[in-house]
């Protein structure tokens, strides 16, 4: 039996407008089509998503998202919390 592919990738920007579609996975940056080093291939990028196919598999690698709130809402978390680790 074939071993499903595996799809670990780290999607930190894509970029799609028009014709002109970028994406970095893994900290490279390639283009629509572009073939990874572990044989796969780019199908498409979206501005939050990027379409893999490899072993005839394919599957979404989507941008990671920032926490609800934004960065202030973590910090506004972190002034609120009190810590009672001290026995």
Known sequence: PREPA????DLSFAL???A???CMLDG???TRGG???DDGRIVT?????VLIEKNSQRRWIYL???PPGGEGAIEARAQNSTSSEDG
């Open 6 to 9: 595996q799809f670990a990738y």
């Open 64 to 66: 990671q998202a920032p």
């Open 45 to 49: 990028i979206e501005p939050y998503r």
């Open 28 to 30: 490279k940056l390639y």
């Open 20 to 22: 002109q579609q970028l």
């Open 35 to 37: 073939r990874l080093p």
């Open 16 to 18: 799609s407008a028009g």
